[in-house]
């Protein structure tokens, strides 16, 4: 039978074997599978692992400062690297979804690849690959395969001769948790929805920019922290706000307003390949939808998305 105790005593005995000496790279996302990855060789290989934690500056309100945190309390050799206007320009004037995702992939492997150089006679590139990618990657490709392209799998620059290592490549998500839990890693971190790695560029639709992220960035703030505040957010495999680019008019006190529409996802899922939209309670709905259109400046309208995958998404784009 598999344990989680036995999995971390054997992986970390068999990284031992296998790197040695050697440097490691390993990119951090902030989810539970990139941190699951480094801490396991961390324990192994201690301050040879070298960890970067990429700003692509569409990520959560607070959350690179945050994560980062948690990340240098756990003990992590870890950089935080801020190239949020290089996202940005690479961004800029973009609106379709999956011109997004490659601008997004290709600076973040520009970013990575530059950090990387700089770790003297790194030998290895460690990746948070799960079971799942690794079937996802592997199976044969569709139109259904592509409908969006998904950057985690064999994202290395082949101008970087690296080893990869993928300590968790055997295991289920689930699994993956416990392990973390094996490993002391932070709740608030094994307990976290899925975040894609385009992060919030595939929220907001049609073209980002620095002052809509910040938009999105506080609705999906308010709706997150009242998840958490109400008791639901564990109830929820995963939410998020959408910026939409309809304005819709409105009224506040006596004038007259034009501006953006949100909509509010939230889904249960078992592995996001299927999804039901969940039953959030009305008066929590209620006090979202009342706190955002009060305190977010250019915004005046909330919906609720209340459709099922298939035949809708998780996300919008
Ligand atoms: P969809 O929208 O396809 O999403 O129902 C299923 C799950 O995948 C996440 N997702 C992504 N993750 N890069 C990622 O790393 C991406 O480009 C991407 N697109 C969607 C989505 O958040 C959900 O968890």
């Known amino acids: 039978d598999w344990t989680s105790d036995q999995f971390v005593d054997a992986t970390v005995a068999d990284l031992k074997q296998q790197l040695g000496d050697d440097k490691v790279v390993l990119g951090l996302s902030g989810g539970v599978d990139s941190s699951v990855a480094?801490?396991?060789?961390?324990?192994?290989?201690?301050?040879?692992?070298?960890?970067?934690?990429?700003?692509?500056?569409?990520?959560r309100k607070d959350e690179f400062e945050n994560v980062l945190d948690s990340y240098k309390h756990m003990g992590l050799n870890v950089k935080g690297?801020?190239?949020?206007?290089?996202?940005?320009?690479?961004?800029?004037?973009?609106?379709?979804?999956?011109?997004?995702?490659?601008?997004?992939?290709?600076v973040f492997i520009e970013v990575f690849d530059e950090e990387a150089h700089k770790i003297e006679d790194v030998k290895w590139l460690a990746q948070g690959t799960i079971y799942p990618d690794v079937i996802e990657s592997l199976s044969v490709k569709g139109p259904s395969a592509t409908i969006k392209s998904h950057h985690n799998v064999g994202g290395l620059p082949d101008f970087m001769k690296l080893k990869v290592v993928e300590p968790l490549k055997t295991l289920f998500k689930d699994e993956v948790r416990l392990v973390g839990k094996t490993l002391k890693i932070d709740d608030a971190i094994l307990g976290r929805h899925p975040?894609?790695?385009?992060?919030?560029?595939?929220?907001?639709?049609?073209?980002?920019?620095?002052?809509?992220?910040?938009?999105?960035?506080?609705?999906?703030?308010?709706?997150?922290?009242?998840?958490?505040?109400?008791?639901?957010?564990?109830?929820?495999?995963?939410?998020?706000?959408?910026?939409?680019?309809?304005?819709?008019?409105?009224?506040?006190?006596?004038?007259?307003?034009?501006?953006?529409?949100?909509?509010?996802?939230?889904?249960?899922?078992?592995?996001?390949?299927?999804?039901?939209?969940?039953?959030?309670?009305?008066?929590?709905?209620?006090?979202?939808?009342?706190?955002?259109?009060?305190?977010?400046?250019?915004v005046n309208r909330v919906v609720y998305d209340i459709s099922s995958k298939p035949p809708a998404t998780i996300e919008w784009e």
């Open 38 to 59: 480094a801490m396991l060789i961390h324990h192994a290989i201690g301050k040879n692992l070298y960890c970067i934690f990429v700003d692509n500056g569409l990520l």
């Open 81 to 106: 690297v801020d190239a949020k206007d290089k996202f940005y320009s690479a961004l800029a004037g973009l609106t379709d979804p999956e011109d997004k995702r490659k601008a997004i992939g290709r």
């Open 195 to 298: 975040f894609p790695g385009p992060g919030l560029a595939i929220r907001i639709m049609g073209d980002i920019t620095p002052e809509k992220v910040h938009v999105l960035q506080q609705v999906d703030h308010i709706f997150i922290s009242n998840l958490k505040k109400s008791g639901l957010y564990d109830d929820v495999w995963q939410a998020g706000a959408i910026l939409t680019p309809l304005q819709s008019v409105g009224v506040m006190g006596d004038e007259r307003t034009y501006e953006n529409v949100v909509a509010l996802r939230a889904v249960t899922s078992i592995d996001g390949m299927t999804a039901d939209w969940s039953r959030l309670p009305y008066e929590f709905l209620a006090d979202v939808s009342n706190e955002i259109i009060n305190k977010v400046k250019g």
